[in-house]
């Protein structure tokens, strides 16, 4: 499912009962509207999730519309280009995080337009916010399982595009369509310590894939000693562990919106090939 990413709005016949209480042989009633994909996998997904977005009859569009606890309005400058229209219109209503319902891609539309990460952001913290209640709990377990998978595959992506994690020259991040591609650490550059918490080391390293055709460079903060990092990084880790690697990825977890001090720019010239680095350390821990 290439084509898609999270955060992408497409059209999406949309049923008024979830597809998980409802039986194969009962026809679909519903209504095409705009929805939200929170995850949109690798190739081999079958299923995209989606959340559903609706005006409420155009109400969400009164200054008086008051939000639901489960709602989070879609930023005002979401646009999309509507042939029929011959221009660009707007992608009004709300975002529905008290259910999830998943769809096959020939449901979908091509991705019409798409939110930020500000807003991909609000989301998540309304779901989990909305979490607290039982009420919405019992909902979603009822109407939507795999709820938590698929909000926790929308968390990682969103910490990864923080992060800059797996992300191209261009700023596109590819990490949610290859989350369980394998990477290995071809190049490392230790870069010390920060001044603010002398127990994290900056390795700026650079990871491929095993046929070296995909490359990305990318700096962990992590509280592995080098001789440590020597030991443990030698062998090809998939995408999602290489990002659970960095601890600023726990920190996100607990706090979407922190906010983290740059990292120590590497040197273009003192990358040392990961074995080289590798003996290096074995070689100084024997001699102690």
Avoid at 93 to 119: A, C, W, Y
Avoid at 185 to 214: C, M, W
Wanted: charged fraction near 30%.
């Amino acid at each position: 499912m290439g084509i898609y990413k999270s955060g992408d709005i497409v059209r999406v016949f949309y049923p008024f009962k979830p597809k998980a209480l409802s039986n194969d042989n009962e026809p679909q009633v519903g209504k095409r509207r705009f929805g939200l994909i929170i995850n949109a996998g690798n190739n081999s997904t079958l299923a995209l999730p989606i959340l559903q977005i609706t005006s409420h009859g155009g109400r969400t569009e009164q200054t008086n519309h008051k939000l639901r606890r489960d709602e989070i309005k879609v930023p005002e400058n979401v646009t999309y280009y509507k042939d029929s229209a011959q221009r660009k219109v707007p992608v009004y209503g709300v975002i529905k995080t008290e259910r999830i319902e998943f769809f096959d891609d020939d449901e979908i539309s091509r991705p019409l337009t798409s939110i930020d990460l500000d807003t991909k952001i609000s989301v998540l913290n309304n779901y989990k916010d909305i979490l607290k209640k039982r009420i919405f709990v019992e909902v979603l377990n009822e109407e939507s399982p795999g709820h938590k998978e698929a909000m926790q595959c929308f968390e990682r992506a969103i910490i990864a595009e923080k992060l800059n994690f797996l992300t191209t020259d261009q700023g596109e991040c590819k990490y949610e369509h290859i989350e369980d591609k394998m990477l290995k650490v071809n190049k490392i550059q230790s870069l010390g310590k920060p001044d603010t918490n002398k127990r994290i080391h900056f390795y700026a390293v650079e990871l491929t894939d095993e046929e070296n055709k995909d490359s990305f460079f990318y700096t962990i903060a992590s509280m592995k000693q080098p001789k440590q990092v020597a030991r443990e990084w030698g062998k090809p880790k998939a995408a999602v562990d290489w990002l659970k690697e960095d601890e600023r990825f726990y920190n996100l977890q607990k706090d979407i919106s922190k906010v983290f001090k740059e990292p120590p720019n590497p040197h273009p010239n003192k990358y040392k090939a990961f074995s080289l680095f590798r003996k290096n350390m074995l070689e100084n821990a024997m001699e102690r």
